[in-house]
């Protein structure tokens, strides 16, 4: 009603309206930025015989189930450009992700804090940790013997991940087009489970076993939503999409494999069409598994079974949130990043315990009994030697938008409360946490499990996890603060109807009887 005022005046007053402005122009309006996507993917499956990560001693690989790739998208809105890129690895430390970001940056122009790099944390994937190489070669003979005795990384592989991350967002650069981009989320609150349980002599355990009678109760929720944004060329194909969605890939099919992202793609390429690029970026799943330990063991499924039901339950619903947005879609979108810097100290053993474990350490034993006892003593070690270069970790939290939708990042494997917490502080209509993303600094747990009625795996010291206990309200307050720092874009609608013209002739009839 207010831009029909000064047409009702120049109607009523046209000669006033003109002498008063002589060179009046009518007023215009912004044009809205042309975005432009693209999507690519890279093969980055492991060789048979490559250590497989996840634990804290060797494990290799003996068969391959499925491959593991490299998949990413480039949003660019008039110029200014965000890369997402999804990875099928448990990890990618912060080295490989500054190399990464430093060759996109040479081939594309994108800037470096604009790339958001996420691992999906499968289990079942090559390695890319948790030792690095040449981590520990200024250490002495023990923490390097321990080293080595522990899982690590392979120099080769790594090379392979970081080309392949940057080659597929060129790839993606290059292919940008104008695509029809559709945001939703749906919900699949089925097949995730918080590990961790509150038992009756007041601690929370990790895993405490299928019908244990001393469980009481879940001691943290989990985040049933799948975020989706959909891209489909002028031909109303799926060029691609993003899906985000929290649960551990510890589904472990027998072999090297994407983990339960395998079966999320399979779905929806099987709706869509196997050049549909699936980019999966892991929510806050720290404490979030498939696992249901109020279940008896009998009834639960493992390994490709499991992938499946949990790859294929929040696949189907990413289907049906693309068939629903469909037909709301649009192809201008603003894209912007920011991102924070924070210092923060990790937790130190005591002299006494360092001590102690280094004499555990010295010799890795044969009985198995003893093993667990070895494990967590050589962990203190390298712990101490970390400590020693670098007391304070710098921890990366990054904001990236796409038009109504905000990514939120931690280099963690960070509990799903704080997901949550985010997701209820953020303006935004579509928020999605990443975890494991640009780096990775272990288990960061809330901070009522560091009190007397926490505990479990998770705040284990250990050379992998070694936070300061008020880390994770740290990186929440960033993320909301940047997030907050940024505009939500409109959500796409639905075209208006054409005017009304007639009814249906086949059924604008009386009963008929006779």
């Known amino acids: ?74 949003f660019d809105s008039n110029g200014k450009e965000v890369a997402l890129i999804g990875i099928d690895a448990l990890v990618l430390r912060e080295p490989q992700v500054a190399e990464a970001r430093k060759r996109i940056n040479e081939r594309t122009g994108i800037k470096p804090e604009a790339v958001l790099i996420g691992a999906s944390h499968s289990h079942t994937s090559g390695p890319t940790c948790m030792v690095l190489p040449g981590e520990f070669d200024d250490a002495d003979e023990l923490v390097k013997k321990v080293a080595a005795e522990s ?28 695509l029809k981009l559709g945001f ?51 031909e109303g194909h799926l060029a691609g999409c993003v899906v985000n969605f929290a649960c551990h890939a510890t589904t472990s099919p027998p072999g090297i494999s994407a983990n339960y992202i395998w079966s999320l793609e399979k779905v929806i390429r099987g709706t869509y069409g196997e050049s549909a690029v699936v980019v999966f970026l892991n929510g806050t799943s720290g404490d979030v598994t498939q696992v249901d330990n109020s279940t008896p063991a009998g009834r639960m499924v493992a390994g490709e079974a499991s992938a499946m039901l949990v790859g294929g339950s929040v696949g189907a619903e990413a289907v049906k949130v693309l068939l629903d947005v469909f037909n709301r879609t649009t192809t201008s979108v ?6 924070q810097i924070l210092d ?27 093993l667990n006892d070895w494990i967590w003593a050589k962990e203190i070690v390298m712990l101490d030697a970390m400590i020693a270069k670098e007391p304070v970790r710098k921890v990366e939290v990054q904001a990236i938008q796409v038009g109504p939708a905000v990514f939120v990042t931690s280099p963690a494997e960070y509990f799903c409360e704080f997901g949550l917490q985010q997701k209820k502080a953020s303006p935004f209509p579509f928020t999605y946490p990443v975890s494991l993303a640009n780096g990775c600094v272990g288990y960061v747990p809330t901070l009522k499990s560091f009190g007397e009625n926490g505990g479990g795996y998770e705040t284990r010291l250990t050379s992998y996890s070694n936070l300061i206990p008020e880390a994770g309200d740290q990186i929440r307050d960033a993320g909301i603060e940047l997030i907050k720092s940024l505009k939500p874009g409109a959500v796409p609608e639905l075209p208006p109807p054409p005017p009304f013209v007639a009814p249906w002739n086949y059924g604008d009839i009386p009963p008929q009887l006779k």
């Open 344 to 370: 923060i100290p990790r937790r130190k053993p005591s002299p006494e315990r360092v001590s102690e474990s280094r004499k555990i350490a010295v010799e890795r034993p044969k009985e198995a009994a003893k």
């Open 151 to 178: 899982s690590a990384a392979d120099a080769g592989y790594l090379e392979k991940v970081v080309e392949a991350v940057a080659a597929a967002v060129t790839e993606a650069h290059e292919k940008r087009g104008e």
């Open 184 to 234: 939703g989320h749906g919900e699949e609150k089925t097949v995730s489970f918080n590990r961790r349980w509150k038992m009756k002599n007041g601690l929370t355990y990790t895993h405490p076993g299928y019908g244990n009678p001393e469980m009481i109760e879940p001691a943290g929720p989990i985040d049933p939503e799948v975020g989706v944004i959909g891209a489909w060329d002028a």
């Open 1 to 74: 009603m207010i831009r029909l005022i000064p047409l009702i005046l120049a109607a009523v007053f046209p000669v006033a309206l003109l002498q008063a402005a002589p060179n009046a122009k009518p007023e215009s309006t912004p044009e809205k930025p042309v975005t432009k996507t693209g999507f690519a993917e890279r093969d980055i499956t492991p060789e048979i015989g490559m250590e497989r990560p996840g634990g804290y001693t060797k494990g290799f690989h003996q068969k391959l189930h499925d491959p593991c790739k490299v998949r990413a998208v480039v």
């Open 334 to 339: 603003e894209v912007e990043h920011t991102h």
